[in-house]
């Protein structure tokens, strides 16, 4: 009988897992220079802009919010990916500080252009080898606003 409740936990379990990360509608995935480290962005089912981040095909972090709240204005929720730009930098500049006198600076960049709730956003992403780096830039402000921003980020750890 417990072997039983054992394995109907478990598959229930494993069927929440599936069907969760099936309703995440991937916008974009972008590499590192060394395809060892992705971001995946993207909208669940209930339209909140989430990501997610792989490392040699293993997720390390699951999908998780995405988003700021800015004067009482939740971007993120309800969102709408308008445009995707990619591009890769690859430099070397000198560097006179420490042990190093040159600074190799790869990753590849991608820029989602989003609205949500009416305020226009860029998500702007930074993949580089072993890590990932991602901002917020608040476009066409209507009206000037009076509070701080405070973020939705999350991550959940895999």
């Keep these: 009988m417990l072997m039983n409740r054992t394995c109907i936990l478990c598959v229930l379990l494993l069927f929440i897992n599936e069907t969760g ?12 220079p060394d395809k060892h480290t992705s971001f995946e962005a993207g909208a669940d089912a209930a339209q909140k802009m989430v990501y997610r981040i792989m490392f040699n095909g293993h997720e390390v972090i699951t999908w998780s919010a995405l988003g700021f709240v800015l004067d009482g204005i939740a971007a993120g929720e309800k969102v709408v990916i308008k445009s995707i730009r990619q591009k890769d930098n690859r430099e070397k500049f000198a560097w006179r500080l420490g042990e190093d006198d040159t600074i190799t600076n790869n990753y590849n960049q991608v820029i989602l252009t989003c609205s949500s709730a009416g305020l226009p956003f860029n998500v702007i992403a930074r993949v580089f080898n072993g890590s990932v ?3 917020y830039e608040i476009l066409h402000q209507p009206i000037p606003f009076t509070n701080t921003t405070r973020s939705l980020y999350s991550r959940r750890l895999q």
């Design 21 to 32: 990360n099936a309703r995440v509608k991937s916008a974009c995935k972008i590499y590192s």
């Design 133 to 135: 780096a991602f901002r």
